[in-house]
């Protein structure tokens, strides 16, 4: 190793890397991990709970579980993993010093400061008010005050992160214009920004009415700025995510963009429309208008939705374009088939690109249609279409990074290859059942957030129909599945962090079938617009754009045969 | 590669892959379609949410659901009134912890006014088995015009957390046949 100045030079991708970037990326990292250990074992026993059959917790319980999950994997081990990923993508990939690494650990301390505390809060029970904390159901001060200190912590990230950019740019620590993994780094910031503000905006006035300085919270007014916060995150997440993915096709295959231009417009179309996603969540809403409703929950003409369409061509492409330059470019799909399937950070990459399009994308899209919104509206298909997303999406993705931050970053050689191989696909096979029989379920009209569909305690009572029941059971199972998966990671991540072997100083690793910048060499350059073939990639995206459109009318359909209302 | 800074300076000006171009023109017209098909739905489309609302006090939608239980109820199930409104009438229902109320019996294929409140906690409107959800905020009255179709007995699911005994809270919408 070459230390100057704090400095150390990669031996795998000759980046320089800067000590403190490196210390904060571990910290925020291992952080991330101990939530989503604590957050998912919320989830099991959330879904064990809904298995009518096995109706694991009381009712107190469950929503104070719900209340917690929700809390501890989509905001905090997200957030923090998602700080890991802004260092990353400044310090590392620019060759540059990380701006004000005190401000950066006074990030990581308010986030876990305040993670902490509205853990705790919810823990002593008097604050199930689920992640949405809609009013006037009130909160304990402790739960609004430690997600205000958790968001002004992430605040203070995007600074250092946007701080670290300025520095790299004076000192130019690199040539041209930033890389794209980069870029789709500054869309997730820039949107955190906004969606952090929005917190604030509502967080605040709600902090002081729980501690009787403000006498009212207007409900509506409260969902729509609340939502800017709640329903934008998710897009820090999806443009995190996309980096990603571009970053381990890069790592992995040595893939390059099919064109910069394309992909960095996309990136740009997050951050123009995809704020508008507040109004996801009032479509059924009173005193919101119709006009206001369709241009806001399209994005202005579904124009962030093109931007993730985009992505959807350009990362399987760039793929596909990588592997046949190395030729592998009999038929449609050899570059495909000969993909490095057994390395999990490929594998979790590409099934997270796939069901984060087929699963989560297209039921998105369909939900968020105005009238159609009136036969999904707060059932199981909600959260069903968010696991897709959010997990089989965002959190995939980043499990998959986290194979290949552990020997880059940690210097330490993966534990129990074996067990990594699999990982993915135990992931992967659990969260796509998560997902598909929870919109199977709200298709039938399973509500959620609620324990007991027998309506066993009610006044008068409503039978759902057995499908309904079954489709929770397979939920259970599959949640199991999921479960299994993420302990898997968990194992294997906490083992190679500890106790795996250590990667020498001058050690080179083997990052896949084509790792470091050399790499690159070997992909044709683009502006040869000629040579490029992706025939692979254009039927995958021919089959889902089938299926969106099949999937979008036959939701028509069934809306149309509901009572006349207007 | 995507980790690096372009290998092209310029890369704004490097022409587009026509593989790309189109599946850029394509997706762009298809959200338009889809933009413009909830827009058709409003001129042609049965099922569309009504944008009559108006903000009221909680004890003033109290007042209005016992006036209507007053004049129409018809009988009584268990602790609920069933309340048979005059077709072309106005329907009240409230949402409160832990219940809707009151029951409701509609005639097929009469068209009614339907008002949705809560008096305390936001609660979700939930008609099973037809799967219409409907957000229900207090201090918010929401009007809609509905036709049941169909006849039987449907049950109403509160679909919003609502607090500690929030899966016990239904209730009950019949539709008989026209007299």
Avoid at chain 1, 332 to 359: D, Y
Wanted: glycine share 10%.
């Amino acid at each position: 190793m070459t230390t100057t100045n704090g400095f150390r030079i990669c031996p795998t991708t000759g980046l320089k890397v800067h000590g403190a970037a490196e210390s904060l990326i571990k910290a925020n990292a291992v952080v991330a991990v101990v939530f989503l250990l604590i957050g998912g074992l919320f989830g099991l026993s959330i879904a064990l709970t809904r298995w009518p059959a096995v109706h694991l917790l009381p009712a107190d319980w469950f929503y104070l579980a719900l209340t917690a999950h929700g809390l501890d994997v989509l905001l905090v081990w997200i957030i923090f993993f998602e700080m890991a990923v802004l260092y990353f993508a400044s310090a590392v990939l620019l060759n540059c010093r990380l701006a004000a690494p005190r401000w950066a650990w006074a990030q990581f301390g308010l986030m876990l400061v305040g993670a902490v505390m509205v853990n705790v809060a919810v823990l002593q029970g008097n604050s199930s008010v689920m992640f949405t904390s809609y009013p006037p159901l009130q909160a304990s001060p402790w739960f609004y005050l430690g997600l205000i200190l958790f968001a002004v912590g992430a605040l203070i990230g995007c600074a250092v992160f946007f701080g670290t950019l300025v520095v790299a740019k004076d000192e130019k620590t690199y040539q041209g214009s930033v890389p794209l993994v980069t870029f789709g780094a500054v869309t997730a910031a820039i949107i955190a920004v906004f969606t952090l503000a929005s917190g604030a905006i509502i967080l605040i006035p709600t902090w002081l009415w729980s501690v009787g300085l403000v006498s009212n919270i207007d409900p509506l007014m409260y969902k729509l700025v609340w939502w800017g916060m709640g329903h934008s995150s998710q897009q820090i997440n999806v443009s995190a995510h996309v980096a990603v993915w571009y970053a381990i096709g890069a790592m992995v295959l040595g893939a390059k963009p099919i064109s910069e231009k394309v992909s960095r417009t996309a990136f740009l179309l997050y951050i123009l429309f995809l704020q508008l996603a507040s109004a996801h969540h009032l479509l059924v809403e009173p005193g919101v208008s119709s006009s206001w409703k369709i241009f806001n929950t399209s994005y202005a003409m579904y124009l962030a939705v093109l931007g993730s369409m985009i992505h959807g061509l350009t990362v399987p492409g760039s793929i596909e374009a990588a592997q046949r330059a190395k030729g592998f470019n009999k038929g449609m799909f050899e570059w495909l088939r000969k993909a490095p399937w057994g390395n999990p950070a490929f594998a979790g990459m590409f099934m997270s690109l796939v069901m984060f399009g087929f699963l989560g994308g297209i039921s998105g899209v369909v939900m968020g249609t105005e009238q159609i919104n009136l036969i999904m509206h707060n059932t199981l298909y909600v959260p069903g279409h968010f696991h897709a997303t959010v997990v089989a999406g965002t959190t995939l993705a980043f499990m998959a990074i986290t194979y290949l931050l552990v020997p880059l970053i940690f210097r330490r050689h993966v534990m129990f290859p074996k067990v990594a191989k699999l990982q993915p696909y135990v992931f992967a096979i659990g969260i796509a059942g998560i997902s598909l029989f929870m919109m199977g379920a709200g298709t039938l009209g399973v509500p959620r957030r609620h324990w007991d569909i027998t309506f066993a305690d009610a006044l008068t009572t409503f039978q759902f129909s057995p499908a309904a029941f079954l489709m929770l059971a397979l939920n259970g199972l599959s949640a199991i599945l999921a479960a299994l998966g993420g302990a898997m990671y968990i194992v294997v991540v906490v083992a190679s962090v500890f106790f795996g072997r250590r990667i020498g100083d001058t050690e080179k690793v083997q990052l896949g079938p084509a790792t470091g910048t050399q790499a690159a060499a070997a992909v044709a350059s683009y502006g040869s617009a000629g040579t490029l073939r992706i025939p692979g990639t254009v039927m995958l995206v021919g089959v889902f754009f089938v299926s969106f459109v099949l999937y979008y009318f036959v939701n028509w359909k069934y809306l149309a045969e509901l009572w006349p209302l207007r | 590669m995507a980790i690096t800074p372009p290998s092209e300076r310029l890369w704004w000006k490097e022409p587009i892959h026509k593989v790309e171009l189109i599946w850029v023109i394509v997706a762009f017209l298809w959200g338009v379609a889809m933009f413009f098909t909830m827009i058709w739905w409003h001129g042609f489309g049965q099922q569309n949410m009504s944008n009559e609302a108006y903000r009221i006090q909680p004890y003033q939608f109290a007042e209005k659901v016992d006036a209507m239980i007053a004049a129409h109820t018809v009988r009584q199930e268990g602790a609920f009134p069933v309340v048979k409104p005059p077709p072309g009438g106005d329907v009240y229902l409230m949402g409160r912890v832990y219940m809707w109320w009151p029951m409701i019996e509609l005639e097929k294929g009469q068209t009614y006014r339907l008002h949705l409140s809560s008096i305390d906690l936001q609660h979700g409107f939930s008609l099973q088995p037809l799967n219409i959800n409907i957000q229900v905020h207090p201090g918010y009255e929401s009007v809609m015009t509905i036709t049941p179709t169909s006849s039987g007995e449907f049950g109403i699911v509160c679909n919003e957390y609502c607090g500690l005994g929030h899966h016990t809270m239904t209730g009950r919408i019949y539709v008989v046949e026209r007299t």
